[in-house]
């Protein structure tokens, strides 16, 4: 089933980071529009976010990740991380990881 899903690890410390506040938005005529928010769980996953249908276009992760630095009082530069993709294909499952520690973050389109 097509759906968007991420995974957040903290590569620094080599664990998921959990409860970090993850928002979907699609573009549309109109700007972006918030789809759908959560929380990553014990894993740092968000399994599915909940959209009322996936449709092609494109779309932005928005992954807070200053509260969770702060929660490990750790220090770190980025407050939050902004990754737009595109969804070409809505018979697809997007995937999309992201790696990060307290100066840096990285992803890529996982399956």
Not at 90 to 97: E, K, L, R, S
């Amino acid at each position: 089933m097509a759906a968007i899903s991420t995974h957040i690890l903290n590569a620094s410390l080599g664990q998921p980071a959990v409860g970090v506040l993850v928002q979907l938005f699609q573009q549309t005529d109109h700007g972006l529009v918030l789809r759908d928010e959560q929380f990553t769980d014990v894993d740092g996953r968000v399994k599915a976010f909940e959209t009322i249908s996936l449709t092609e276009g494109d779309y932005q992760l928005i992954f807070n990740i200053a509260e969770y630095f702060q929660s490990l009082a750790v220090e770190s530069f980025y407050p939050r991380v902004c990754i737009d993709f595109k969804v070409a294909d809505i018979q697809q499952h997007y995937h999309v990881p992201l790696l990060i520690s307290p100066f840096s973050y990285s992803t890529y389109r996982g399956s």
